[in-house]
């Protein structure tokens, strides 16, 4: 990945109209987007104009053709002008748009028109294009023999994230499971350390609920028994 980071560094530093075009390919909350953005603002510092939209901006292509009114069909003819024309154009998330066969037909466009006349795209991607067909597979080709692909490897950022929050709340010792003021102090446990206490309870007793649990298994069958302290309530299952 520092590779990668390293050639979009220098990419973004020494961009000029004409710069190849990128391709960043990889699974999902692997940093694709948030490269592009990067690429992006660097490229603005250098007041080069660019537009940056989610595949979605396909949709454009559709109202220029399709809108009954006036004003939105030509709105969106200025925006597909742009998107043709423009010296960089970041395309994020390309896949994620509803698979018809004119946003197929648009991107298409977008891709070869830009092709043809030299003007870089940047464009992300989490599509696998080795299961591309027909009209798809077209614009697999074009994307990976004429853009520098970058493949964007590791693990989803987010589920790393949760996983270094699940791992900054876990107790190791042993732990009262009720805070000062009676709450579920939320402890994470990967094994039985949350230590209960009636004593901790706050609520009046005739609100507090307490039942005992036992289990009895051989592997075929079970015999489950549920006690409630409180109403002395006993509910007994097998399966």
């Known amino acids: 990945m520092l590779a990668v980071k390293d050639a979009c560094q220098d990419w973004a530093r020494s961009f000029a109209p004409g710069a ?9 909350g692997l940093g694709k987007t948030f490269m592009s953005a990067c690429v992006a603002r660097v490229v603005a510092a250098a007041a080069i104009p660019w537009p940056m939209g989610t595949a979605a901006a396909l949709a454009e292509f559709e109202h220029q053709k399709f809108s009954r009114d006036a004003a939105e069909a030509d709105a969106a003819g200025e925006k597909v002008k742009n998107y043709l024309e423009c010296d960089l154009m970041i395309l994020d998330d390309l896949g994620t748009e509803m698979a018809t066969s004119f946003s197929t037909a648009a991107l298409y466009q977008l891709i070869n028109t830009r092709l043809a006349a030299r003007r870089s795209t940047v464009i992300n991607t989490n599509l696998d294009f080795e299961s591309s067909a027909g009209a798809r597979a077209q614009i697999a080709s ?15 950022i987010r589920l790393v994230k949760k996983e270094r929050e699940h791992e900054a709340h876990e107790i190791t010792a042993p732990r009262r499971l009720l805070d000062t003021k009676g709450n579920i102090a939320d402890p994470v446990a990967r094994r039985a350390l949350a230590l209960y206490s009636r004593a901790d309870i706050k609520a009046p007793a005739h609100r507090i609920k307490e039942w005992d649990y036992y289990l009895v298994n051989n592997g ?20």
């Open 20 to 28: 190849p075009s990128l391709l960043f390919m990889g699974g999902t």
């Open 142 to 156: 074009r994307l990976e023999g004429e853009y520098a692909c970058l493949p964007f490897r590791g693990r989803d």
């Open 220 to 239: 075929r069958f079970a015999v489950a028994l549920t006690v409630d302290d409180g109403h002395g309530t006993v509910q007994l299952e097998a399966w």
